[in-house]
C-alpha cells in the first residue's frame, strides 16, 4: 500500500462492476428464482436501483468534502464520537463483508475443483495471494482487474453460444403471474450486493477525476444489473424456475450442462478461472478498504503494518462464520440484504440528511 494512489475513472468503472457481479454470478439466481421464480430477473434490475441510490449518496458527500473519505468527513458531520461511532460500525461491517466472500470463493473452490483439500487449506493459499496484492496496492488491483474482464467476458461469450439451443424462452412467462411482492422481496438480497458500491465512499479520494465518480458508477451498477438480470433469465432458460430455485450453484451448472460431442466436456472451467480471479479480485478490494479504514481509526500513518494482521483476522473469520454451505446460502438468501442494507444504505443516508440540515442552518445563520 502506497501513501498516494491514483485510479481512472475508466478503472473505478471496472472495479464496480467486478466487485459486484463477482459473487452474484454464481449466487444471485438460485436467491431470486426462490422468491420471484421465472420474474428473478426483475428482482435483479430492482435490486440494482438501491445501488444506485447508493451512489448519488456517496458521491454526493465525496464532493461536498474532497479528499476525504467516509471515515473522515462522519466525524466533521457528526462529531467525533458520534464519526468514530461509525467508523467503528465500517470496520466490523469490512471484516464481516470480506471474510464472508472468502468463505463463499474458498467452499466454491472445494465443492467443484479441489474437493480432496481443506477448506482451510485453500483459505491460507488465498490469504497469501490477497495479502501479497493488498501491499502493492489499489492501482495494482485494478490494472489486474482490467485483464481480468477481458478474458471474463470472452468466457461468458463463449459459454452463451454452447448454451443458445438449450434455451427456452417460454420459461420466463407468465410474466409477473404471482404479482409485485414477490419480485419485491426477491430484490432485497441482491440490493445488499448492489449497495456494496458503497465502498466509493472509501476509494473516491483516490480516483484522478472524482467529480466524474458519479456517472462512472452509475454506469457500473446499470451494466452489472443488466449482466446479473441476462445470468438470471440464462438460468431460468435452461432449467426453469423450479429446478433454479433449488440448484446450489445454478449459473455452474448451466455451464456443466454444455456438452458439444464427446470432445468438448468440462466446460465449467471456462467459467470457473475467470470466476475466481474476479473473486480474488473482489476480496483484494475489500481487504484493502478494511485495513484503510482500520488505520484511519486508529491514526496509523504506516497502513502496511497492518495487511499481515487484518487479513489473519479476516481469513480465521472465515472459517468460523458458517458451519456449512448450507448455512452459508441460507444466510445469503434471507439475512444478507436485511442486515446489509442499513449500513450500507442508511448510515450514508443519514449522514447525508444531516449535512443538508447544517448547510441549511449556516445559510440560516449568514
Given at each position: ?9 475508466r478503472?473505478l ?6 466487485f ?72 466490523f ?29 485453500i ?11 493488498v ?16 478474458v ?42 448492489f449497495?456494496e ?7 473516491m479520494?483516490?480516483?484522478n ?34 429446478l433454479?430455485?433449488v ?9 456443466r ?11 465449467e ?18 481487504y ?13 500513518e ?13 481469513f ?21 440484504g436485511?442486515?446489509s ?23 440560516a445563520?449568514?
Amino acid at each position: 500500500m502506497r501513501d498516494r494512489e491514483v485510479i481512472s475513472g475508466r478503472q473505478l468503472v471496472l472495479l464496480v462492476f467486478t466487485f459486484i457481479i463477482a459473487t452474484g454470478t454464481l449466487f444471485v439466481p438460485a436467491i431470486v428464482a426462490q422468491k420471484a421464480m421465472q420474474d428473478g430477473w426483475l428482482s435483479v434490475l430492482i435490486g440494482g436501483s438501491a445501488g444506485v441510490v447508493v451512489v448519488f449518496i456517496v458521491t454526493t458527500l465525496g464532493t461536498r468534502f474532497p479528499g476525504k473519505s467516509l471515515m473522515e468527513y462522519s466525524e466533521t458531520i457528526l462529531g467525533k464520537w458520534a464519526g468514530k461511532v461509525v467508523g467503528l460500525i465500517f470496520i466490523f461491517f469490512y471484516l464481516h463483508l470480506t471474510s464472508i466472500v472468502v468463505r463463499e470463493i474458498s467452499s466454491t473452490i472445494q465443492g467443484t475443483l479441489l474437493q480432496n483439500m481443506q477448506l482451510e487449506i485453500i483459505t491460507l493459499i488465498m490469504f497469501f495471494a490477497c495479502a501479497y496484492s493488498v501491499k502493492l496496492g489499489l492501482e495494482t488491483i485494478t490494472r489486474a482487474n482490467v485483464l481480468n474482464l477481458v478474458v471474463t467476458f470472452i468466457a461468458i461469450f463463449i459459454v452463451l453460444l454452447l448454451l443458445i439451443k438449450d434455451m427456452n424462452p417460454e420459461m420466463l412467462t407468465p410474466f409477473l403471474s404471482n404479482g409485485m411482492m414477490p419480485v419485491l422481496k426477491g430484490a432485497v438480497s441482491p440490493a445488499g450486493w448492489f449497495c456494496e458500491v458503497v465502498s466509493i465512499a472509501f476509494i473516491m479520494p483516490f480516483v484522478n477525476k472524482p467529480e466524474e465518480t458519479k456517472r462512472n458508477a452509475i454506469v457500473a451498477i446499470i451494466w452489472a444489473a443488466v449482466t446479473l438480470a441476462f445470468m438470471s433469465m440464462l438460468v431460468t432458460m435452461v432449467f426453469g424456475p423450479q429446478l433454479s430455485s433449488v440448484l446450489s450453484f445454478p449459473t455452474l451448472e448451466a455451464v456443466r450442462y454444455i456438452n458439444v460431442g464427446q470432445y468438448v466436456q468440462r466446460v465449467e472451467i471456462i467459467f470457473l478461472i475467470p470466476w475466481i480471479v474476479s473473486n480474488y479480485i473482489k476480496i483484494s478490494v475489500f481487504y484493502y478498504i478494511s485495513v484503510l479504514i482500520i488505520s484511519k481509526w486508529f491514526n496509523i500513518e504506516n497502513t502496511r503494518v497492518l495487511v499481515i494482521p487484518v487479513g489473519l483476522v479476516i481469513f480465521s473469520l472465515s472459517l468460523a462464520l458458517f458451519k456449512s454451505n448450507v448455512d452459508l446460502g441460507l444466510f445469503l438468501t434471507n439475512v444478507w440484504g436485511i442486515y446489509s442494507l442499513p449500513i450500507e444504505l442508511g448510515i450514508p443516508a443519514i449522514l447525508l440528511a444531516v449535512e443538508l440540515k447544517r448547510k441549511k442552518g449556516r445559510k440560516a445563520k449568514e
